[in-house]
């Protein structure tokens, strides 16, 4: 028979002696509820339905919290079989094993192949030829390669679409679209550039003054392959941004939004909701883990939170 979790959690059951069975799930985040006292419900479950999953004897299994970011696991009197063990180390260390592999690395890359349309269609292919020449020794001159490192772990947000556009009094109607915020640990730059001209093509530079825009073609790719499958099938889609505390000195980008889309409408009177949204935001995390990694390690309370696990098995 399956014991409710918070069954369970109300009981306060313990674990046994150290000739018990027992393991401990440490994660990377806070693991107690809103009183800060007892086991979140939600990674009781968590653990509960992985260990089913496996048929362990749920009638059998005590939860206990551990700290702030511990779990313990009793598995009752009888001692688990070597099977049952192994098959432990397997289902938690293949989480572990994945943590530790994802790969936080990212490029944007400059794309050699299209660079030469890129001179071609210039200003809409107004540019003469001395212009275009100009213009591809600039491109010359750039970095082809441009590496950094992405930081996931900031709170998930829940925005309201066309925030400045929304008038500071009145009612409006919005959606309420979910986002994550990653930080990079080397800036990228940003490749539009505005054409400057006195006139002579030979004085056209890339600037960041007003005039004409152009791009440079490149594309930015991500190490995890879990990740940019995510990013090629749009779920989610992101843009590169400048955060407020970026040195205005320095150009280009500094974090990535990543949107995970509207989870619903919001009405607004004068800029404030009209009901909680406390739902809302509970949907948005509930889309970011469904996302699945490396989302999942840093968001939700899932069993891709753990960080790591103390075995405690009894002599045989």
């Given at each position: 028979m399956r014991l409710p979790a918070m069954l369970l959690l109300s009981l306060g059951l313990l674990l046994g002696g150290c000739d018990k069975d027992s393991l401990t799930l440490r994660f990377s985040g806070n693991v107690t509820d809103a009183s800060g006292s007892e086991l979140d419900p939600a990674y009781a479950q968590a653990v509960l339905d992985i260990l089913q999953r496996e048929r362990f004897d749920l009638a059998t299994?005590?939860?206990?919290?551990?700290?702030?970011?511990?779990?313990?696991?009793?598995?009752?009197?009888?001692?688990?079989?070597?099977?049952?063990?192994?098959?432990?180390?397997?289902?938690?260390?293949?989480?572990?094993?994945?943590?530790?592999?994802?790969?936080?690395?990212?490029?944007?890359?400059?794309?050699?192949?299209?660079?030469?349309?890129?001179?071609?269609?210039?200003?809409?292919?107004?540019?003469?030829?001395?212009?275009?020449?100009?213009?591809?020794?600039?491109?010359?001159?750039?970095?082809?390669?441009?590496?950094?490192?992405?930081?996931?772990?900031?709170?998930?947000?829940?925005?309201?679409?066309?925030?400045?556009?929304?008038?500071?009094?009145?009612?409006?109607?919005?959606?309420?679209?979910?986002?994550?915020?990653?930080?990079?640990?080397?800036?990228?730059?940003?490749?539009?550039?505005?054409?400057i001209s006195d006139g002579a093509p030979e004085s056209m530079t890339m600037g960041m003054l007003s005039g004409m825009t152009q791009s440079v073609p490149s594309q930015l790719s991500f190490a995890d392959p879990a990740l940019q499958k995510l990013i090629d099938d749009l779920q989610p889609t992101y843009r590169l941004q400048r955060s407020k505390y970026m040195d205005s000195t320095v150009e280009g980008y500094d974090e990535i939004l990543f949107d995970f889309g509207s989870q619903g409408k919001v009405e607004l009177l004068d800029r404030q909701p009209l009901k909680p949204v406390d739902g809302l935001k509970a949907a948005c995390e509930r889309s970011v883990m469904a996302a699945g990694r490396p989302f999942a390690f840093f968001y939700g309370a899932s069993i891709d939170r753990l960080e790591s696990v103390e075995y405690s098995f009894s002599e045989p």
């Amino acid at each position: 028979m399956r014991l409710p979790a918070m069954l369970l959690l109300s009981l306060g059951l313990l674990l046994g002696g150290c000739d018990k069975d027992s393991l401990t799930l440490r994660f990377s985040g806070n693991v107690t509820d809103a009183s800060g006292s007892e086991l979140d419900p939600a990674y009781a479950q968590a653990v509960l339905d992985i260990l089913q999953r496996e048929r362990f004897d749920l009638a059998t299994i005590n939860l206990a919290l551990e700290g702030n970011s511990g779990i313990d696991v009793g598995f009752g009197e009888k001692p688990l079989s070597t099977q049952q063990r192994q098959r432990l180390q397997a289902i938690f260390g293949e989480v572990l094993e994945a943590r530790g592999a994802w790969s936080n690395q990212l490029q944007l890359d400059i794309q050699e192949d299209k660079l030469d349309g890129s001179a071609i269609n210039a200003l809409g292919g107004l540019m003469t030829e001395p212009m275009r020449e100009h213009w591809r020794k600039q491109l010359e001159q750039l970095p082809r390669h441009y590496p950094s490192q992405l930081g996931l772990g900031t709170p998930i947000s829940l925005e309201f679409s066309n925030w400045q556009g929304i008038p500071d009094f009145g009612w409006v109607e919005v959606d309420a679209d979910c986002k994550v915020l990653a930080t990079l640990s080397e800036p990228l730059p940003n490749l539009t550039y505005q054409l400057i001209s006195d006139g002579a093509p030979e004085s056209m530079t890339m600037g960041m003054l007003s005039g004409m825009t152009q791009s440079v073609p490149s594309q930015l790719s991500f190490a995890d392959p879990a990740l940019q499958k995510l990013i090629d099938d749009l779920q989610p889609t992101y843009r590169l941004q400048r955060s407020k505390y970026m040195d205005s000195t320095v150009e280009g980008y500094d974090e990535i939004l990543f949107d995970f889309g509207s989870q619903g409408k919001v009405e607004l009177l004068d800029r404030q909701p009209l009901k909680p949204v406390d739902g809302l935001k509970a949907a948005c995390e509930r889309s970011v883990m469904a996302a699945g990694r490396p989302f999942a390690f840093f968001y939700g309370a899932s069993i891709d939170r753990l960080e790591s696990v103390e075995y405690s098995f009894s002599e045989p």
